[in-house]
Antibody, heavy 120, light 113 residues
Framework: QVQLVQSGAEVKRPGASVKVSCKAS????????IHWVRQAPGQGIEWMGM????????SYAQKLQGRLTMTRDTSTRTVYMELSSLRSDDTAVYYCASHSGNYYDAFDIWGQGTMVTVSS | QSVLTQPPSVSGAPGQRVTISCTGSSSNIGAGYDVHWYQQLPGTAPKLLIY???NRPSGVPDRFSGSKSGTSASLAITGLQAEDEAEYYCQSYVSSLSGSLVVFGGGTKVTVL
């Protein structure tokens, strides 16, 4: 079964860091980029960045440069998204997403989402 | 402020046709990049609805259709059903020094009256 499974919800203090994992199964993990997007409560979808699971190369949204780090572990087919210097407006559901190759490069594989709450 | 502009909401009675616009610019949709559409039900991850401007993945009903012209794209739902009440997002790309980056519209809430 093709799926991305994310780690569980997190509650963090302002200024802390959070690291969310996304484990792939059922498809060729190293073939397609894995992307991260987030959705603040009641808001739209914001693209954060992407990682090449094969070579490890990354591209990040400009507004998150300097706070965002994406890494991968090919042995466990897992990618990680770490966001540092957390602020209250980082409170959101974070999703990883990828493509199977069947539908151009549209995101047809999604994780279940991870709620990250930033609160003092 | 999203790079792609969508109306915040549209509504229609069951059986009617509704359309959702997605307006971009010459640096994204107008540059020839594909437009994809997603449906998001409350509390769930987005689901791919239309890919490559006008193609439906397997399992998506044919009452959903997509089109693109110039710097804009549209999603049409014909024969609106209660289960279509959801949030809809368009997605495309913009070129940058590090390659093509992903951009989303702000989302459109479809209400079935």
């Amino acid at each position: 079964q093709v799926q991305l499974v994310q780690s569980g919800a997190e509650v963090k203090r302002p200024g802390a860091s959070v690291k969310v994992s996304c484990k792939a199964s059922g498809y060729s993990f190293t073939r397609y980029y894995i992307h991260w997007v987030r959705q603040a409560p009641g808001q739209g979808i914001e693209w954060m960045g992407m990682i090449n699971p094969s070579a490890g190369g990354t591209s990040y949204a400009q507004k998150l440069q300097g706070r965002l780090t994406m890494t991968r572990d090919t042995s466990t087919r897992t990618v990680y998204m770490e966001l540092s210097s957390l602020r209250s407006d980082d409170t959101a559901v974070y999703y990883c997403a990828s493509h199977s190759g069947n539908y151009y490069d549209a995101f047809d594989i999604w994780g279940q989402g991870t709620m990250v709450t930033v609160s003092s | 402020q999203s790079v792609l502009t969508q109306p915040p909401s549209v509504s229609g009675a069951p059986g009617q046709r509704v359309t959702i616009s997605c307006t971009g610019s010459s640096s994204n949709i107008g540059a020839g990049y594909d437009v994809h559409w997603y449906q998001q039900l409350p509390g769930t991850a987005p689901k791919l609805l239309i890919y490559g401007d006008s193609n439906r993945p397997s399992g998506v009903p044919d009452r959903f259709s997509g089109s693109k012209s110039g710097t804009s794209a549209s999603l049409a739902i014909t024969g609106l059903q209660a289960e279509d009440e959801a949030e809809y997002y368009c997605q495309s790309y913009v070129s940058s020094l590090s390659g093509s980056l992903v951009v989303f519209g702000g989302g459109t809430k479809v209400t079935v009256l």
